[in-house]
């Protein structure tokens, strides 16, 4: 690669680590929208696949999820849950947990 090539790369690279670095804090309404909403309904209330989550407590919501990432809770339709808990973090859960408690 020619050193005039070089630069850019670097100046991209550079960029990118900045814009990770300066990435918000998790976003629990925003990840709910993304990765609950359509189970769970915009406001949690959605009962078809589960029981609502709508107005769950943080403490017990944290409960729930974190027993279904280490696959400790749950009904006949866990396994549906243990996928996105285990997808989650704790900072995730966390986040998710202070929203619902507020839906
Ligand atoms: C593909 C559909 C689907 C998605 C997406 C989904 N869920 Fe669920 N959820 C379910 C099902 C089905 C159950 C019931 C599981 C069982 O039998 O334990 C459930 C149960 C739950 C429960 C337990 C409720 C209770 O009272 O026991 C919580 C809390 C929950 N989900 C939160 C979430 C959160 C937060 C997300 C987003 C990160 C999410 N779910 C994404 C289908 C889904």
Do not use: W
Not at 49 to 65: Q, R, Y
């Amino acid at each position: 690669m020619k050193p005039t090539r070089i630069l850019p790369l670097a100046l991209t690279l550079g960029l990118c680590a900045v814009a990770l670095a300066a990435a918000p804090t998790v976003d629990g309404k925003e990840l709910y929208s993304a990765k609950c909403a359509s189970c769970h309904g915009a406001d949690g209330s959605k009962t078809i696949m589960s029981k609502p989550v709508k107005g769950l407590k943080a403490a017990d919501f944290t409960k729930m999820m974190l027993g279904y990432k280490a696959k400790t809770y749950g009904g006949t339709k866990k396994a549906t849950m243990e996928t996105q808990a285990g997808n989650l973090s704790e900072d995730e859960i966390k986040a998710l947990a202070a929203y619902v408690a507020k839906l």
